[in-house]
């Protein structure tokens, strides 16, 4: 996946460098790849890797959402809620990350990852992975809105069995 996107980086790149003057009406914007908040992004992702955010609050404005899987919670609670998941995971990775920053026309700047996450179950011993994207909205030089897409069944279901305990019957 990320070797077609990034052919599509750049032929929107060579498209964009002969047609310069000339803007269709379905153009909206334009893709960097190496910009400073694709970097970011990826040092976000790179905390997580290396279980320490520290210092990842100070990307987010003071009134920053956060959504993962479509659940709104703080940017903070998401983290914790990542790190929280190194207590069933052991060699976790992002696999094949490709990020980029969208810069729309009408002032709207999005910092987008593709990766695929892996981890293996410690309570199963299975390597569990999911195709995630992952979005920044960016205002100014913070983000306002972030967002972690992915799907969590075998994520959920590698975690651990939880133990049933008996209900008293009623005489």
Same mark, same amino acid.
């Given at each position: 996946?990320?070797?077609i996107?990034?052919?599509?980086v750049?032929?929107?790149?060579?498209?964009?460098c002969?047609?310069a003057?000339?803007?269709t009406?379905?153009?909206? +914007?334009?893709v960097?790849?190496? =910009?400073t @908040?694709?970097?970011?992004m990826?040092a976000?992702?790179?905390? /997580?890797l290396?279980n320490?955010?520290?210092?990842?609050n100070?990307?987010?404005?003071?009134?920053?959402?956060?959504?993962?899987?479509g659940?709104?919670v703080?940017?903070a609670?998401?983290?914790?809620?990542?790190?929280? +998941?190194r207590?069933?995971?052991d =060699?976790i @990775?992002?696999?094949?990350?490709?990020t980029v920053?969208?810069? /729309?026309?009408?002032?709207?700047?999005y910092?987008?990852?593709?990766?695929k996450?892996?981890g293996?179950?410690?309570?199963?011993?299975k390597?569990?992975?999911?195709?995630?994207?992952?979005?920044?909205?960016w205002?100014g030089d913070?983000?306002?809105?972030?967002g972690?897409?992915?799907?969590?069944h075998?994520?959920?279901?590698?975690?651990?069995v939880?133990?049933?305990t008996?209900?008293?019957?009623?005489d």
């Open positions: 996946m990320k070797k996107i990034l052919l599509f750049l032929a929107c790149t060579l498209f964009s002969e047609q003057s000339e803007k009406e379905n153009q909206v +914007g334009y960097e790849s190496s =910009d @908040k694709s970097a970011a990826d976000f992702n790179d905390a /997580y290396s320490d955010f520290s210092g990842q100070e990307i987010f404005t003071e009134n920053a959402v956060a959504y993962a899987n659940v709104e703080s940017p609670e998401m983290m914790q809620s990542f790190l929280d +998941g207590n069933f995971y =060699d @990775k992002n696999l094949d990350r490709t920053t969208v810069h /729309y026309d009408d002032g709207k700047i910092t987008n990852s593709w990766f996450w892996e293996v179950s410690k309570s199963s011993g390597l569990v992975d999911s195709p995630v994207h992952s979005y920044f909205m205002e913070k983000v306002a809105k972030v972690f897409i992915f799907d969590s075998d994520y959920v279901t590698n975690m651990g939880v133990e049933e008996e209900s008293p019957s009623e």
